[in-house]
């Protein structure tokens, strides 16, 4: 079947605009996370969504980030005033449940300029 | 806190070596589990094995085995008769029960096999 899906591939801004980020889950999995991961780096924890609500978002580095999942399907992470430290390649994934084996996307590489 | 710590950075190895990639772990809970990931070049991760707190057996797919132990709080991996395909980033991560299920991933290490 297919798996974990996110669109753009790539996006290039410059600093002080508004991107939105796009994720599509494995069908069937109630369970989302978006991670963030720099060069080098493993990805970080920025928030994880249970069905509709977001369960946990305390790897939001800040109040310029925010992310949806309104009908507990697609969910788009939104960053509002982008800055330069914002670049990195941001990665969704999705699981059957909190303690199932995560599945993750191929990734948006954000580059703000 | 929750950590993982990769030690190793970068190994490289000639191809049909036997590789063994480092993972301790720290946490305080009693229930978490553990996996690991590949990261090839193409930049998608690839999930390899879960394994929880309670289960120590040692685990072997094909070419790849896994040696939990608590003791040491490390959870290692084998690749044996490595091929070049084998060349990625591998990541080991942790995921504890009283955090939501976010996954807390070590540094990475960069595996290079050479023919």
């Known amino acids: 079947g297919a798996g974990v899906s996110q669109t753009p591939s790539n996006k290039v801004t410059e600093k002080g605009k508004y991107v939105e980020l796009r994720c599509d889950p494995i069908?069937?999995?109630?369970?989302l996370y978006w991670y963030r991961q720099s060069l080098g780096q493993g990805p970080e924890f920025l928030i994880y969504f249970q069905g509709t609500g977001a369960a946990d978002d305390s790897g939001l580095p800040n109040d310029r980030f925010f992310a949806v999942r309104p009908e507990g399907s697609v969910s788009t992470l939104k960053i509002q005033r982008t800055e330069r430290g914002d670049s990195a390649v941001y990665l969704c994934?999705?699981?059957?449940?909190?303690?199932?084996?995560?599945?993750f996307g191929p990734g948006t590489r954000l580059t703000v300029l | 806190a929750q950590k993982v710590t990769q030690a190793q950075t970068e190994i490289s190895v000639v191809e049909k070596e036997d590789v063994t990639l480092d993972c301790v772990y720290e946490t305080r809970d009693t229930t978490y589990y553990l996996f690991w990931y590949k990261q090839p070049p193409s930049g998608e991760l690839v999930f390899l094995i879960r394994?929880?707190?309670?289960?120590?057996q040692n685990e072997i797919s094909g070419r790849y085995s896994w040696n939990f132990q608590k003791s040491t709080s490390s959870f290692n991996f084998t690749i044996t008769a490595s091929q070049v395909v084998d060349s990625a980033v591998y990541f080991c991560?942790?995921?504890?029960?009283?955090?939501?299920?976010?996954?807390?991933f070590g540094k990475g290490i960069t595996l290079s096999v050479r023919p």
């Open positions: 394994r929880n707190s309670f289960d120590e």
């Open positions: 991560a942790l995921l504890y029960t009283g955090a939501n299920s976010k996954l807390t």
């Open positions: 994934a999705s699981s059957l449940g909190p303690i199932n084996e995560q599945f």
């Open positions: 069908s069937g999995h109630t369970a």
